[in-house]
C-alpha cells in the first residue's frame, strides 16, 4: 500500500521534482541569480511551448466534435484520423503572403497583431497546474489575470484603426464594446468567491475550496453560470462572436490581416478561450483537487470538460444580434452578479466561515436569487414570445400580356 502511494506521489510530484532538479544541477555551477534568472527563462519557455502544443490538440478537439455535431467526420484527410490537419494549416498560414495595406499606419498594424497574444502566455504564469505546479504564487493574482487579461482590448482596437479601413474600425469599436462590457459581470461573479476566501492568490482559493470540502461552483452556481456566460462573450466565442462574424461587418477587426499576422490572431484566441476554463476550473471546480489521480490530470480534466461545453455552444447556439448581446450584458448579467456579491457578503458577515451552516445558507441565497430573477422576467420572456412583427408585402403589379 506504502509502494502504491510512492508512486502516485511520484506521478503527481513529477513535474515539481524535474524542476527543482534542474535548479539543484545549475546551482552547481552558476552563481545564485544567473540560476534564477536561467528558472524564470525556462518557465517562460515551458509556458509557451505548452500554449502552441495545446493549440494543436484542442483544435483537433473542436473540429472534431463540430463536425459530429453537425453530421460530418471532420477532418479526416491528412495524417492519422485526420490529426495532422492543423499542422498543414499552421504551414499554410505561415507560408501565405504577408499584405499591408498601403495607408495604413505600419508601426502600429504590425504592433497589433502582438499585442493580444503577450497576456494570453502571461495569465498562464499564475494558474496552478497541479499541487506545486504554480510559475509564480502571486498574493493578487486575480487582480493581476483581470489586470493582463484588459490588455488585448487595446490590441484589437489598434488593429482596427490601424488598418485604415472603415469595416474594421466599425468592428474593432463593437469589439471594444463588448469586451468591456462583459468584463464587469464576469469580474463581479468571481468577487463573491474572493469574499469566501479573503485572498486574491489563485493557490488560496484552490486550498480554500479543499477547506469547504465542496468547490465553489456548489456554494456559488449562480456566479459560475454568471462568470462562464460572460466569460465566452470576452473571447468573442458562439453564440457570443459578432466581431469576426461573417455575416457581420465583414470579419471585423482583423479584415486586413492575413499570413502569420492573422495566425497571431486565432492563436491568442484559442489560447485565450483555453483560459476562462482554467480560471474557472480553478475559481469554481477545485483546481487540481480530486481523488487518486494525479492532480494535475485532474486539473487538465476539469478544464477541457469545460471547453467541451465551449464547443458544445459553438455547435447549437445561433449567434445573437448586436443590441441583444448589450442588452443581455447590463440588463441581465450586471444586476445578477451585483445581486450575488451584495447576498453573498451577507452570508459571509452573518454566517461562520468553513461551515455546514454557512454552505446551505450560501446555496439558499443563489436559489434565492435565481427564483427572483424567474419571477420578474418570466412574464417579459413570453411577452417577447408572443410578439410577432408581420411585415407588409407590397403586392407585384401585373403586367398585361401584349
Known sequence: MQSIQGIL?????????????????????????????????????????????????????????IGRIQDRYGPNRFGPWGLLQCVADMVKLLTKEDVTPSRADRLIFNLAAVVPIVPTFMILAVLPFGRG?????????????????????????????????????????????????????????????????????????VEAQGQWRLPFIV????????Y???????????????????????????????????????????????SICAIATTVFLGGWQ????????????KAYALYFVLIWLRGTLPRLRVDQLMNFAWKTLVPLALANLMVTALVVKLVPQYSLVGAIALLA??????????????????????????????????????
Not at 456554494?219 to 454568471?226: E, K, N, S
Not at 456566460?229 to 462572436?241: G, S, W, Y
Open 219 to 226: 456554494l456559488q452556481p449562480l456566479a459560475f453560470v454568471l
Open 290 to 301: 480530486g481523488p487518486i489521480l494525479p492532480s494535475w490530470a485532474w486539473f487538465f480534466l
Open 365 to 402: 441565497a443563489n436559489v434565492v436569487i435565481i427564483v427572483c430573477i424567474a419571477i420578474v422576467k418570466y412574464p417579459r420572456w413570453r411577452q417577447d414570445k408572443r410578439e410577432v412583427v408581420l411585415v407588409s408585402r407590397t403586392p407585384t403589379p401585373q403586367t398585361e400580356s401584349s
Open 9 to 65: 506521489e511520484f506521478v503527481d510530484q513529477i513535474f515539481v521534482n524535474l524542476s527543482s532538479w534542474f535548479s539543484s544541477q545549475l546551482a552547481s555551477y552558476l552563481p545564485e541569480w544567473a540560476v534564477t534568472f536561467v528558472m524564470m527563462f525556462a518557465t517562460v519557455l515551458v509556458l509557451i511551448v505548452f500554449g502552441l502544443a495545446s493549440i494543436i490538440w484542442i483544435n483537433i478537439f473542436e473540429r472534431k466534435i
Open 133 to 205: 505546479m504554480v510559475a509564480t504564487d502571486l498574493s493578487i493574482g486575480f487582480l493581476y489575470i483581470v489586470a493582463v487579461g484588459s490588455l488585448g482590448t487595446i490590441g484589437i482596437f489598434m488593429a482596427g484603426w490601424s488598418s485604415n479601413n472603415k469595416y474594421s474600425i466599425l468592428g474593432g469599436m463593437r469589439t471594444v464594446a463588448q469586451m468591456i462590457s462583459y468584463e464587469i459581470p464576469m469580474v463581479l461573479s468571481v468577487v463573491g468567491v474572493l469574499l469566501l476566501v479573503g485572498s486574491l492568490s489563485m493557490v488560496s482559493i
Open 228 to 274: 462562464f456566460t460572460a466569460a465566452i462573450a470576452e473571447v468573442n466565442r458562439a453564440p457570443f462572436d459578432l466581431p469576426e462574424g461573417e455575416s457581420e461587418i465583414v470579419a471585423g477587426y482583423h479584415i486586413e490581416y492575413s499570413g502569420i499576422k492573422f495566425a497571431m490572431f486565432l492563436l491568442a484566441e484559442y489560447i485565450n478561450a483555453f
